[in-house]
């Protein structure tokens, strides 16, 4: 069974910067297409950006240019760096797989105050 182990949330001031990572294991992680995703309080979770095999990549609108999604093969890890962050980038972030969705792992909280 596949296991996402996400980490690497905080409390960060506005402009400040974070690295996500999420461990994957009980899949070949090479040739899966990843994803993060965000869930706010109150609000549904959402797509926030996408890496297929290959390494390319997809963002939201909102995170252009100031997060990156990024793949190591050999770690079975896929990262997220979050630089010039916003109050409303505020949000419990989750990995997984686009296709064949695996359990929901317990996330990890970034927090970015004003």
């Known amino acids: 069974q596949v296991q996402l182990v996400e980490s690497g949330g905080g409390l960060v001031q506005a402009g400040g910067s974070l690295r996500l990572s999420c461990a994957v294991s009980g899949t070949i992680f090479s040739i899966k297409t990843m994803a993060w995703y965000r869930q706010a309080p109150g609000k549904q979770r959402e797509f926030v950006a996408s890496?297929?095999?290959?390494?390319?990549?997809y963002y939201v609108d909102s995170v252009k240019g100031r997060f990156t999604i990024s793949r190591d093969n050999t770690k079975n890890t896929v990262y997220l760096q979050m630089n010039s962050l916003k109050p409303e980038d505020t949000a419990v972030y989750y990995c997984n797989l686009i296709v064949d969705v695996a359990p929901w792992g317990q996330g990890t909280q970034v927090t970015v105050s004003a």
């Open positions: 890496i297929t095999s290959g390494g390319s990549t």
